[in-house]
């Protein structure tokens, strides 16, 4: 199975037809996909200017939304070593208990629902990695919030879990991402129509 830089050098092969092209674009998403397979293809055609279901695409078009998809991940990817790091020195400090920012990062190993969203057609309208970037400073300064991490929207409403939706949560009512629960406060989180909902950050 090709790996996520050789599907990327399909994307860029001029030898290839659009199609074929395309169709590497999308295993790419099986590999890294920010928001969930559908909506960051969403994401990614609505940027690009690519309409979803277009078979024989714009070459230049697919290219610029790998551009993007790789820009995310290599921040990604650099976050991910960087973690790694971090935990290595804890265990070496006899710091072993997980916290709530490792529970994060083990669900978004790899890259796939990092920040899923309410729905495949809505996602922050920003770069992915602009996103990425906020949700990972909010996850990392370990306070709980009022507002989006992401668009600084304060409305919420509490998703149940579904088949497009890997897991329940307060999804944002602006861009549509769903904020991890330890990110919010426990007013945001009853605000969002979580019963009893409690951040998991002790408050700094």
Not at 18 to 32: G, S, V
Not at 58 to 76: F, G, K
Not at 124 to 151: N, Q
């Amino acid at each position: 199975m090709a790996g996520f830089r050789a599907l990327a050098e399909q994307v860029r092969n001029p030898r290839l037809v659009a199609a074929q092209r395309r169709t590497a674009l999308r295993k790419c998403l099986e590999r890294f996909a920010p928001y969930g397979h559908r909506a960051t293809w969403h994401h990614l055609c609505t940027r690009a200017g690519i309409a979803t279901q277009d078979r024989d695409p714009d070459p230049e078009r697919l290219v610029a939304a790998l551009t993007e998809l790789e820009e995310a991940r290599d921040l990604w990817l650099a976050y991910e070593e960087e973690f790694a790091a971090r935990r290595r020195k804890e265990k070496h400090d006899g710091i072993r208990q997980p916290g709530v920012l490792d529970d994060w990062h083990r669900r978004t190993w790899g890259g796939c629902d990092i920040v899923p969203c309410a729905s495949p057609q809505r996602h922050p309208a920003a770069r992915l990695a602009v996103v990425l970037h906020s949700m990972i400073v909010a996850m990392e300064a370990g306070r709980p919030r009022r507002d989006c991490p992401v668009c600084g929207s304060t409305r919420f409403s509490w998703l149940p879990e579904t088949a497009d939706v890997p897991a329940s949560g307060p999804a944002c009512r602006q861009c549509g991402v769903l904020a991890p629960v330890a990110v919010l406060t426990p007013e945001a989180l009853t605000a969002a129509g979580r019963v009893g909902g409690a951040g998991a950050f002790a408050a700094a």
